[in-house]
């Protein structure tokens, strides 16, 4: 005897869901039996301007600066660097592995105020900081405004 069951198209959308988010889960929450393996990542990055800088900070904790890598090419601003992962625990040992580890390459491309040949950067507190100062042209120069009276004694004629 044959059963009729009633189609609901949203149990079909749940189960799609579902498998994606296994799938998602999978690929970038590696499981403790696949192994502690290191990959790329993206460490975070503040960019802010003033007057007569721009300034760019990159979260680096636990990165030697011996394993940073900082260049200007084709006016862009190229940071590389790597954690090591830590082999003085054994693996096994671990529970929980939620810290980045391996190389990552950060790239910004630089407004054309910047004078390339003078940035500066500095270390401190797992914080790489690069200062880039603007060029003398690109920073803002105060225009004083006349009043007609002033353009008119200069001249000898009315503004």
């Known amino acids: 005897?044959?059963?009729?069951?009633?189609?609901?198209?949203?149990?079909?959308?749940?189960?799609?869901?579902?498998?994606?988010?296994?799938?998602?889960?999978?690929?970038?929450?590696?499981?403790r039996e696949e192994g502690l393996s290191t990959a790329a990542f993206a460490p975070a990055a503040d960019v802010y301007e003033d007057e007569n800088h721009v300034t760019l900070k990159l979260e680096v904790p636990g990165i030697d600066e011996k394993?940073?890598?900082?260049?200007?090419?084709?006016?862009?601003?190229?940071?590389?660097?790597?954690?090591k992962f830590e082999k003085e625990e054994k693996e096994e040992n671990f529970r929980r592995v939620e810290r980045q580890y391996g190389t990552f390459v950060r790239s910004f491309t630089l407004p054309s105020t910047v004078d390339s040949d003078n940035i500066n950067a500095s270390y401190d507190k797992g914080v790489l900081s690069i200062t880039m100062p603007k060029r003398a042209e690109a920073k803002p120069k105060q225009i004083q405004v006349n009043s007609g009276k002033r353009l008119e004694s200069r001249t000898g004629k009315a503004a």
Do not use: H
Request: aromatic share 8%; net charge negative; no cysteine.
């Open 67 to 83: 394993d940073l890598d900082i260049r200007v090419e084709n006016n862009n601003l190229i940071i590389k660097g790597e954690r």
């Open 1 to 31: 005897m044959a059963m009729l069951t009633r189609w609901d198209p949203f149990r079909e959308l749940t189960t799609i869901q579902d498998r994606m988010n296994r799938l998602f889960q999978d690929a970038y929450s590696p499981n």
